[in-house]
C-alpha cells in the first residue's frame, strides 16, 4: 500500500542553522512527490514539487528537496532556517491509485520550532 | 490570480443548526477539493469534484453535502453536526486531479466549532 513516513514529529533548530526533513514514501511506480508548508490555522503553501529529471528540486523560500529512489526519500533541505520558518511542514504523494481511487497522500508531518 | 478563498474564516454553530462553507477559485482549475484537519494532523480527503461532478467520497457522513455551482464555486453544506466535527475545513483546487504532477492550492481554511 502507498504511504508516506515523516519520522520526525517535532524538530528543534536555532536560527542560521541548517535544516533537513526527512520524508520516506512507499509507492510502485515513480511518485509525484510535494512539499507542503502551514501556518498556524492557515492552509497549505507549496514549496516544492518533483515529478521527473533533476533529483535536486529547488522552491521557494530558500528551501530545496533531493529525490533518492534507492532510499525512497525526499528530504527537505535549507541552508540558514530563519524564525519566520517555523511551521508544520507536510509531505505528500499524489495522486496515487488504491481500490481505484486516486487520492492524495500526506504524511503526519514534521513541527518546526525556531529558536532565536 | 492563484488564490483560493474561503467563508467565513471562523463558524461557530450548534448541533441542530445549517450553515455552508464556500470556497472560490479564478485559476481556471478543473478539480477541487474538501478536506477535513484536526489539530495537529494532516489534512483528510473528504470530497473531489472534477469538472463540476462528485468523483471522491471519503465515505463522509450526510450530515456534510458538498455542492459544486459552477467551475469555479465550491460549497460544503453542514447539517446537524457532533462536537467532534470541529476542525480545519480546507477547500483546495487543481487543474486536474487525475494528473499526477498537478499540484494543490489550498484556501486558508475555515475554522469550525461546534458545541
Known amino acids: 500500500a502507498q504511504s508516506v513516513t515523516q519520522p520526525d514529529i517535532h524538530i528543534t533548530v536555532s536560527e542560521g542553522a541548517s535544516l533537513e526533513l526527512r520524508c520516506n514514501y512507499s509507492?510502485?511506480?515513480?511518485?509525484?512527490l510535494f512539499w507542503y508548508v502551514q501556518s498556524p490555522g492557515q492552509g497549505l503553501q507549496l514549496l516544492l514539487k518533483?515529478?521527473?529529471?533533476?533529483?535536486l528540486v529547488q522552491g521557494i523560500k530558500g528551501f530545496e528537496a533531493e529525490f533518492k529512489r534507492s532510499q525512497s526519500s525526499f528530504n527537505l533541505r535549507k541552508p540558514s532556517v530563519h524564525w519566520s520558518d517555523a511551521a508544520e511542514y507536510f509531505c505528500?504523494?499524489?495522486?496515487?491509485?488504491?481500490?481505484?481511487?486516486?487520492?492524495?497522500?500526506f504524511g503526519t508531518g514534521t513541527r518546526l520550532k525556531v529558536l532565536a | 490570480d492563484t488564490e483560493v478563498t474561503q467563508t467565513p474564516k471562523h463558524l461557530v454553530m450548534g448541533m441542530t443548526n445549517k450553515k455552508s462553507l464556500k470556497c472560490e477559485q479564478h485559476?481556471?482549475?478543473?478539480?477541487m477539493y474538501w478536506y477535513k484537519q484536526k489539530a495537529k494532523k494532516p489534512p483528510e480527503l473528504m470530497f473531489v469534484?472534477?469538472?463540476?461532478?462528485?468523483?471522491i467520497n471519503e465515505s463522509v457522513p450526510s450530515r456534510f453535502s458538498p455542492e459544486c455551482p459552477n467551475s469555479s464555486l465550491l460549497n460544503l453544506h453542514l447539517h446537524a453536526l457532533q462536537p467532534e466535527d470541529s476542525a480545519l475545513y480546507l477547500c483546495?483546487?487543481?487543474?486536474?486531479?487525475?494528473?499526477?504532477?498537478?499540484?494543490?492550492?489550498f484556501g486558508p481554511g475555515t475554522r469550525l466549532t461546534v458545541l
Open positions: 483546495a483546487s487543481s487543474q486536474d486531479w487525475r494528473e499526477g504532477g498537478n499540484e494543490q492550492f
Open positions: 509507492y510502485g511506480a515513480t511518485p509525484y
Open positions: 518533483y515529478f521527473s529529471g533533476d533529483t
Open positions: 505528500a504523494v499524489g495522486p496515487t491509485i488504491t481500490s481505484g481511487t486516486y487520492k492524495y497522500i
Open positions: 485559476m481556471g482549475h478543473r478539480a
Open positions: 469534484y472534477s469538472y463540476e461532478k462528485l468523483s
